[in-house]
């Protein structure tokens, strides 16, 4: 947790008290602390911070959720919902991890060959 | 200076838009907000905006203060101030109270600090000086000096015939090789009259 953190630094990073309403994209890791409103589509990785919120489709390698998005979540690796997440769409990716206390609502799509 | 540290301290625990990071729409917050990709559209702050080298922003902008050494397009609002450091480069209008354009700072649009037209004035007027000061200096080689004692003597005694006499000569210039020294004044009395 802590190396995942230090990593954050360098990366992007929307602080909590940044509000995006449009379109992010991006060949890196992104941190959303605050709000992003739209879509965010990357090659990296998304981490969803506790205090983050996400009214977007997103579409990554990797998704990490800590906080809410209410969304479409496509990514190409894996979706990882910790606890105290609160997340409404659908997700679609071959690796879908669900941890206990996560709240979700929505479709899970894990087919391989559908991608 | 200063704006190192700060840039530094501020990219720890706040906002940092990645070099690969597009984002298209509107940005807003309260914090300070480091841009090292692309931002599009609107970008609104309380806080200062570190726009880095590598960062490009096509937006209108909205800030405390605003440090760019990137790309701007667009235009800039400042409630304290902004800063073009020497990597920068602008192609908008500024309106701030403080605006500091450092050397090799890059340009083009209108500042406006607020109380004084002064300062419009200023922004206005960068580029002109060079050009008004090479205006003057083109005329000065016009008159030709050497010969003037005598031409000024061939132009008075002739001065009712050389208008028709520059006039035909510089519509058939061939024609007067029979009289050569004779022409060579004539030619003299012609750029002076010009």
Known sequence: MMEREAEHMANTVIGSSIVIDGEISGEEDLVVQGTVKGKISLKESLFVEGSGIVEADIQTQNVEVAGKVTGNINASQKVELKSDCRVVGDIRAPRILIADGASFKGNVDMDAKGR | ?194
Do not use: Q, Y
Not at chain 2, 52 to 60: F, H, I, Q, T
Not at chain 2, 143 to 151: F, N
Not at chain 2, 152 to 175: D, F, H, Q, W, Y
């Open chain 2, 1 to 194: 200076m200063a704006t190192n540290k700060e840039m530094t301290g501020g990219a720890a625990g706040a906002t940092v838009i990645g070099p690969t990071i597009t984002i298209n729409g509107k940005l807003s917050g309260d914090e300070d907000l480091t841009v090292r990709g692309r931002v599009e559209g609107e970008v609104t702050l309380t806080k200062t905006l570190f726009l880095e080298v590598s960062g490009v922003v096509k937006a209108n902008v909205s800030v405390k203060n605003a440090v760019i050494s990137g790309v701007v397009v667009g235009n800039v609002r400042a409630t304290e101030s902004v800063e073009l450091t020497k990597e920068g480069r602008m192609v908008g209008d500024i309106a701030a109270p403080r605006v500091i354009l450092v050397d090799g700072a890059s340009f083009r649009g209108r500042i406006e600090m607020g109380d004084a037209s002064v300062s419009r004035a200023a922004g206005d007027r960068v580029g002109r000086p060079a050009r008004v000061s090479a205006r003057p200096s083109a005329p000065p080689p016009r008159p030709p000096p050497p010969p003037r004692a005598e031409a000024r003597g061939m132009a008075n005694s002739k001065s009712t015939v050389t208008p028709i006499l520059s006039k035909m000569e510089s519509k058939s210039p061939p024609v007067p090789p029979a009289l050569a020294g004779a022409g060579k004044r004539k030619v003299v009395v012609r750029k002076r009259e010009r």
